[in-house]
């Protein structure tokens, strides 16, 4: 009787460490199935949105993200920024922002912009794809003397406005891309995916 205790005792422990190591092993098993859930590199690049932190972005600041391989802006205009918006609506070429493949519904609007203050922008000039420099600063500039602030494309000499709106006489045809993009809430920004409800 006593062998019989000593073996079922054995039994016992030799059951409970093949279900302790077998769970393991279905645990680091799992690992990597649950990895081919997530996006990978190539379908974010290929769209997979991107949330950004607004909070430390201050007024007269710009940063830049990728999305679908592109650098996106994200820029905090000032209220002097915003003001100087209707001063040169009669050089642009496309004010009124009527090409509607330049935004979505939603920021065809004065500002180009869900929050006036807030403008996302694709980085990239409607010429022939060089990124333009942030010029923000109201002076003369090399490139135009009455410059109001905005953006210049130093491949081809085209110019935007603080609302990526392009000047009348410059290679780029159209206004800086608008992409899709909607808020969190007042610290978070999400580029790819459009507000709820957005048509």
């Known amino acids: ?3 019989q205790g000593v073996n ?27 990895e081919t859930l997530k996006p990978s590199a190539r379908a974010q690049v290929a769209g997979a949105p991107v949330t950004e932190d607004i909070s430390k972005l201050e007024p007269g600041q710009r940063i830049v993200v990728q999305w679908r ?27 009124e922002s009527d090409n509607i493949d330049q ?29 333009p420099t942030f010029f923000p600063e109201m002076v003369a500039e090399p490139f135009d003397a009455d410059w109001k602030g905005g953006f210049y494309c130093p491949c081809h000499n085209s110019r935007f406005d603080l609302a990526g709106r392009v000047y009348q006489g410059v290679p780029a045809p159209s206004n800086l891309v608008v992409p899709p993009y909607h808020f969190i809430d007042d610290d978070h920004i999400q580029i790819g995916v459009d507000p709820e409800g957005a048509a």
């Not at 079922?8 to 680091?28: H, I, P, Y």
């Open 103 to 131: 935004q979505p519904g939603y920021a065809r609007n004065e500002y180009r912009s869900i929050k006036p203050e807030l403008l996302v922008l694709v980085g990239i000039c409607t010429h022939l794809g060089c990124s």
């Open 1 to 3: 009787m006593a062998d």
């Open 69 to 95: 391989g592109q650098p996106i802006w994200i820029i905090r205009r000032t209220a002097q920024m915003l003001a100087t918006l209707p001063t040169v609506e009669d050089r642009l070429r496309d004010p």
């Open 8 to 34: 079922s005792g054995r039994r016992r422990f030799l059951t409970a460490t093949t279900v302790v190591v077998g769970g393991a092993g279905a645990a680091m098993a799992a690992i990597p199935f649950l």
